[in-house]
Each structure stands twice: as C-alpha cells, then as structure tokens.
C-alpha cells in the first residue's frame, strides 16, 4: 500500500520538470486528459471516508502543473509570432 501512492507523486513531479522544457515539446491531448485526470481524483480524495489529503495535495500539484503547460502550450501555438507567420 506504499508503492501505489508513492509512485503517483512522480506524474506531478514531471510536470514540474516539464516546466523548464521547450514549450514545442507540449502534447495538448496528454496535457488535457492530465488535467481532467487529477481533477476527477481531486473530487474523489474528498468524497472518500476519511477524506484522503494526501491524494488530494497530489493531484492538486499535478493539476497546477499541468494548467502551467496548458497556458505555455496555447501561448505557443497560438499567440506566438514564430507561430503565427509559418502558417
């Protein structure tokens, strides 16, 4: 029972990695299902008994990592001169 929790803090710990990397290298579709992934398991650490905190700060720091990479995405792709005139 340690491993399972243990392991899910490494998918916001790389999104916070993530952050530092090149904006062109952001998948919008694996960014997206991210965000509603922890925002689905954020709802469900507090509807559980007892309400599970832990899990809840989990997903919440995944949640604010990946709106981080949602942001740069859309401020790349589609707000970005470079962007814009090699269409």
Same mark, same amino acid.
């Given at each position: 029972h340690f491993w399972g929790p243990a392991a899910n803090w490494l998918i916001p710990i790389s999104g916070i990695i993530d952050i530092g990397k090149a904006p062109d290298l952001i998948s919008g579709k694996m960014t997206f299902a991210l965000c509603l992934y922890s925002l689905l398991f954020m709802r469900f650490a507090l509807a559980v008994r007892p309400i599970n905190y832990l899990l809840?700060?989990?997903?919440?720091?995944?949640?604010?990592?990946?709106? =981080?990479?949602?942001?740069? %995405? =859309?401020? %790349? %792709? %589609?707000?970005t001169d470079a962007v814009l005139t090699s269409i």
């Open positions: 809840f700060a989990c997903h919440m720091t995944n949640e604010i990592a990946q709106l =981080i990479q949602g942001f740069r %995405y =859309i401020q %790349y %792709y %589609y707000f």
